[in-house]
């Protein structure tokens, strides 16, 4: 069977493929092409490209592009009813007297695509209708030959380890918010001298910044490509099925990873806020700064905007006296490397670079590129914004999703790195479940650290003294 190759090598730098289709005859209408590439077509005619015949088998770029992209339109398991109708109108697959010959040339490819789906999207068959139909045409394709039936038993395995996995994964997400407490609920009953810091956890800022690169990584992995779409899909004023709306906007992982961004930010300022001695505040600062340098360096870019947040956040960066102890020249580089500015054009430019490392990477460690991801989630959400789906000829605007199939493909390059670093149980244990503190516990912490500078600050330390610690 046809190896699926790597997401790298799908889109050119101009985000199309110039030898698409060339293999494809325009048998139905409804495609529209331009120098060799689709820009449009009735979504129809774009369903009917996607199904292999004896003589054509679609680009991979299509597949992705299409797969992605569908979901705007229609749910996943009404394109595979579809695909399944056309696989079997089509290639005869419900006549046991079809031709043995034709059928040996069109199972590979049908079974060809079925693989890149369940390979690429296989969230998509946690829908028991999608499951259903899956197994359906897979049986009649296995019935033909043996060599089939062993195909199609490798591709259910795959995918339901692919299931099972997403599910343990989500259950430990679970219990780890279930069992998740505040800080200061911990300092209440447990005095502070013997509480654990993450210095104490680990002294190495080099360790750290690997440790965040395996949580990063491990979840980065468990995002689909189709979460990106879904996002945005919008129940629309036709649509009457109350589910259509909940029901495609999975995107359980996506919101995961962010909420894993905010956590990362608020660990920071809180240990940066809890020391109650000047020096140990200074300190906790320095190391941090070790540990952004160390992310910038290894291309963990999301760890690194988490840390620069946790140490912008007010209650830290009010705290004038700490701030006089630290040595600022290396904080002020990166927060330069990842200024706002001009649409973040020093991090673009860096992030470009660490990606162009990853293309002739001669090892794991120089392929890892881990991605601001709030603001990957942005330039989507704006190329979303900016283009139509659908254009005034009523056909689906396909030169729009090659755009964002591109952006999506580069994405999916990154997410499948393996994590060069050892793990460190301790460390990760640490990062994932300490408790930290909310946002008034922090503001408490900083005025108790430095008090309060004017009457709104000692009007506000009065209130949260009162409300979180029962002190006037």
């Not at 005619?45 to 770029?61: E, G």
């Not at 979840?219 to 945005?232: M, S, T």
């Not at 689906?396 to 994590?419: D, G, I, P, R, Y």
Request: charged content about 25%; proline content about 4%.
């Amino acid at each position: 069977m046809p190896q699926t190759p790597p997401f790298s090598a799908m889109f050119d730098s101009s985000g199309y493929n110039r030898n698409l289709y060339q293999s494809a005859e325009d048998s139905c209408g409804g495609l529209y092409y331009h120098d060799n590439n689709l820009l449009s077509g009735s979504l129809e005619a774009l369903i009917q490209h996607l199904v292999p015949n004896v003589d054509y088998y679609p680009d991979r770029t299509y597949i992705f592009t299409f797969l992605l992209s569908s979901r705007l339109f229609m749910h996943p398991y009404e394109l595979m009813a579809k695909v399944c109708h056309l696989c079997v109108e089509h290639q005869r697959l419900s006549d046991p007297d079809s031709d043995k010959n034709q059928m040996r040339k069109i199972a590979p490819k049908i079974l060809q695509l079925l693989t890149e789906w369940t390979e690429t999207f296989p969230y998509d068959f946690r829908d028991e209708r999608m499951m259903r139909n899956l197994k359906d045409l897979a049986h009649r394709i296995a019935s033909g030959e043996e060599t089939y039936r062993k195909n199609v038993q490798q591709m259910m395995q795959c995918l339901i380890r692919k299931l099972a996995a997403l599910s343990q994964y989500e259950e430990v997400l679970a219990k780890i918010s279930s069992t998740s407490t505040d800080r200061l609920t911990v300092l209440k009953t447990k005095p502070q001298s013997i509480q654990r810091d993450i210095i104490t956890v680990c002294n190495d800022p080099y360790t750290l910044a690997q440790q965040l690169t395996h949580i990063e990584l491990e979840r980065l992995n468990y995002i689909g490509p189709e979460e990106f779409v879904q996002a945005f899909v919008q129940k629309g004023p036709l649509d009457n099925d109350k589910s259509c709306y909940s029901e495609r906007k999975k995107t359980r992982n996506l919101e995961a990873y962010v909420e894993w961004f905010n956590r990362l930010s608020y660990l920071v300022a809180t240990e940066i806020c809890m020391p109650v001695k000047k020096k140990h505040r200074a300190r906790m600062i320095e190391y941090f700064i070790d540990v952004a340098r160390e992310c910038f360096n290894i291309g963990n870019f999301n760890s690194l905007m988490a840390i620069i947040s946790g140490m912008n956040m007010s209650p830290v960066s009010r705290l004038k006296k700490t701030w006089a102890k630290v040595k600022t020249a290396k904080f002020d580089i990166l927060e330069h490397q990842m200024d706002p500015s001009s649409n973040f054009y020093n991090y673009r430019t860096a992030l470009r670079g660490a990606a162009q490392r990853s293309l002739t990477a001669h090892s794991s460690r120089e392929k890892i590129v881990i991605p601001f991801f709030s603001l990957l989630i942005k330039d989507i959400y704006f190329l979303n914004e900016g283009c139509a789906n659908r254009l005034p000829n009523g056909h689906v605007n396909f030169e729009k999703f090659w755009e964002l199939a591109k952006q999506v493909s580069e994405f999916m390059t990154w997410k499948q790195v393996e994590c060069p670093f050892e793990r460190d149980r301790k460390i990760l244990q640490y990062l994932i479940t300490v408790p930290v503190f909310s946002e008034d516990a922090l503001y408490l912490a900083s005025y108790e650290s430095e008090g309060p500078e004017n009457h709104i600050e000692k009007d506000r330390w009065k209130s949260l003294r009162s409300s979180l610690l029962g002190r006037v």
